[in-house]
């Protein structure tokens, strides 16, 4: 790997209402999934520079929060990807956004995760997708890009605008799926109407391409 390229909010982080620790009950089955993701080194952290990689959402209802017409979940915090084990202060709410004006509306007690515009886009894809799993595999993603599976261009960075208006246009109302960010050093998402789908897809593709 040449460059690491991972954990660098682009978005607009001028709407970050600080709030406290979250609930166990609003992060527990999402947790249990990000704790397989993490035992198979699929979220984790790059070593010696510290930099954390991958992350996880589940939509969520935050109407009661912020009002808007836009999808609402629920995302693991930006550098959380070295913990073991995430608690009520590694999560966090994204309760509005606007792709076009790159920026992200948070609410909770952590800066969401730098990928948070790709996921809002895929939320957008389809009133379906229920969850979306963001994880970095060297091999996994090499050997999408070589079969010429689905990717993002190698030209968009990812956590931009462009990013999240591409992958809107590669995935018109579909409710599942999974696509390499060419762009993205190792990067992979898969997005599904919930985690179990989600969580299958990963598992998929980690045997299919470790084998």
């Not at 912020?66 to 608690?87: A, K």
């Amino acid at each position: 790997m040449s460059q690491i390229d991972d954990g660098v909010i682009k978005f607009d982080q001028s709407d970050f209402e600080r709030g406290n620790g979250l609930s166990s009950l609003e992060f527990e089955e999402l947790e249990s999934w990000r704790k397989r993701l993490y035992e198979l080194r699929l979220i984790g952290e790059y070593l010696p520079e510290k930099i954390g990689y991958g992350n996880i959402s589940e939509k969520k209802d935050y109407q009661d929060i912020r009002s808007t017409h836009r999808p609402q979940f629920l995302i693991s915090g930006t550098q959380t990807g070295g913990l073991s084990e995430l608690g009520p202060n590694q999560y966090t709410r994204v309760v509005d956004f606007e792709i076009d004006k790159n920026k992200v509306s948070i609410h909770g007690p952590i800066m969401a995760s730098s990928e948070s515009l790709t996921h809002a886009a895929l939320y957008l894809v389809s009133d379906s997708v229920k969850c979306v799993f963001h994880i970095h595999d060297q091999v996994i993603w090499s050997g999408i890009l070589q079969n010429e599976g689905p990717a993002t261009p190698a030209s968009i960075p990812y956590g931009t605008t462009q990013m999240a208006q591409y992958v809107q246009k590669m995935f018109p109302s579909q409710s599942h799926g999974y696509f390499a960010m060419a762009g993205h050093q190792d990067g992979v998402i898969a997005f599904a109407p919930d985690l179990e789908t989600a969580g299958s897809m990963i598992i998929d593709l980690f045997n299919k391409y470790h084998d």
